[in-house]
């Protein structure tokens, strides 16, 4: 009996040894591939997309360690579609939508999901088309002001431009709207500004720093003071809290009912919960952007250093932080079920972040040629969109599985059985990328 067990035991250890040094192998495989693929030169287009796409089978089908293969993956996958159906006359990758003749600062997406609007430095918003986007997009605002941003009405049906030092405006996306209401401006020069939810009224930030509470046929109110420089604002669905991202690096809020509360960076501490104002430190790197989880439970901070603080809303308290990016992070956006999290930098590149597990490595998007000012997903959750101080705007597909579709659909041909033996090895058996 007891020579039994220990047959038993060592079949099970030998067992255990050989499925567990398999794993290394595939992850090494499939990761080698990838970086084959990655560095491969693009003339080699359809070599370069079926090795990426057969590391990608192995990656879908073999027992592959998840926590940097994918990143590897969906590089390689990203790479080659760039390549197929290149637009050499306009030297547009498939990805690159089109451009603005300055920086685009924003990207929003409104009532209709298969539109979204773009901002730039050169005074014009843009409404494109995700169906087409080779479309030549429409005009829907110009001027010859400074667009610092854009933000978008619950309703999708106004959309705010906030100009650098002269003000902002207030232009309807519907044309009925359009030729009833036409563009309201405010000139009175703003830091920043932000639409409350599910009302017909604007939070601003004015020079001096005063919170004021507008509409467009209300009085306006005085709701708050900052000595900071306020960055950006982001008001909470639920409760109606006001947070301020501010240059010096605190984070402040003005909670319901508003008052008028001075915070001067030397009292933050001491003004810590009192009434309806509280602030604190985050260190002395500037709060460049904000976003609040679809739970209202957590708090998205971009800062100056390149990281992202996630800050518990209930427990004002900080939960941890996201590092990664190599210079400042401008702009932040959760998706729809909160389970990911979306970085811009001026690094050149963005990342989606899996916030359900933090050993994942995120997704980076790189293609850029410059600062990336502005990221955006689309209501579906599928796409971002991004935009930056290159002037283009570019589509990124979330799920890699959409890049395998699409060279399995534009390539007719299969790995050479020589092509395999040297991508792939002559000890695995070969087998067909894209089908007959």
């Not at 605002?141 to 431009?161: F, H, P, R, T, V």
């Not at 009434?275 to 430190?281: C, K, L, V």
Request: proline fraction near 4%; hydrophobic fraction near 35%; aromatic fraction near 10%.
């Amino acid at each position: 009996m007891r020579q039994l067990i220990l047959t038993f035991l060592l079949a099970a250890f030998i067992s255990l040894k050989a499925q567990t040094s398999s794993n290394p192998t595939t992850t090494e495989l499939v990761m080698s591939m990838s970086q084959r693929s990655l560095v491969m030169p693009g003339y080699l287009t359809e070599l370069k997309a079926l090795v990426a796409q057969q590391a990608y089978i192995f990656w879908k089908e073999g027992n592959v360690e998840p926590y940097v293969s994918h990143l590897n993956v969906y590089q390689a996958l990203y790479e080659a579609n760039k390549y197929l159906g290149y637009d050499s006359i306009r030297g547009l990758a498939y990805n690159q939508v089109g451009f603005h003749s300055n920086t685009v600062t924003s990207v929003v997406f409104g009532a209709d999901p298969d539109s979204y609007y773009s901002s730039s430095t050169d005074g014009k918003i843009y409404k494109w088309s995700m169906s087409d986007p080779q479309k030549i997009p429409k005009t829907v605002y110009a001027s010859d002001k400074i667009i610092q941003s854009i933000e978008m009405s619950n309703d999708g049906k106004i959309l705010m431009a906030i100009f650098y030092q002269k003000g902002l405006a207030l232009i309807p996306t519907e044309k009925n709207q359009q030729e009833d209401l036409g563009v309201l401006e405010d000139p009175q020069p703003v830091q920043t500004a932000t639409f409350i939810p599910g009302e017909r009224r604007y939070l601003s930030v004015t020079k001096a720093g005063d919170l004021i509470l507008k509409g467009f046929n209300a009085q306006a109110e005085n709701v708050g003071k900052t000595a900071l420089k306020v960055n950006q604002l982001k008001v909470d669905e639920q409760d109606g809290t006001i947070y301020a991202g501010t240059d010096q690096g605190v984070l402040e809020a003005w909670e319901k009912p508003y008052e008028v509360k001075e915070s001067p960076i030397e009292d933050i501490m001491e003004n810590w919960r009192k009434q309806s104002y509280f602030g604190y430190e985050l260190g002395s790197f500037a709060i460049k952007c904000l976003d609040i989880s679809p739970d209202g439970n957590t708090l998205a901070i971009g800062r100056d250093r390149g990281d992202v603080i996630l800050w518990d809303i209930p427990n004002k308290q900080l939960i941890r932080i996201i590092s990664g990016h190599q210079s400042t992070v401008t702009d932040i956006q959760y998706n729809a079920k909160g389970d990911l999290l979306l970085t811009t930098s001026r690094d050149g590149t963005a990342r989606i972040w899996d916030l359900t597990d933090s050993r994942k490595l995120p997704i980076i998007l790189d293609d850029h040629d410059d600062w990336v000012f502005t990221g955006s997903f689309d209501p579906s959750g599928t796409k971002i969109i991004t935009g930056g101080a290159d002037e283009y705007i570019r589509t990124w597909p979330i799920d890699p599985a959409y890049f395998a579709f699409r060279i399995c659909a534009m390539i007719d041909r299969n790995l050479t059985k020589e092509e395999w033996n040297e991508f792939v090895g002559s000890e695995i058996a070969y087998e067909i990328t894209c089908g007959e």
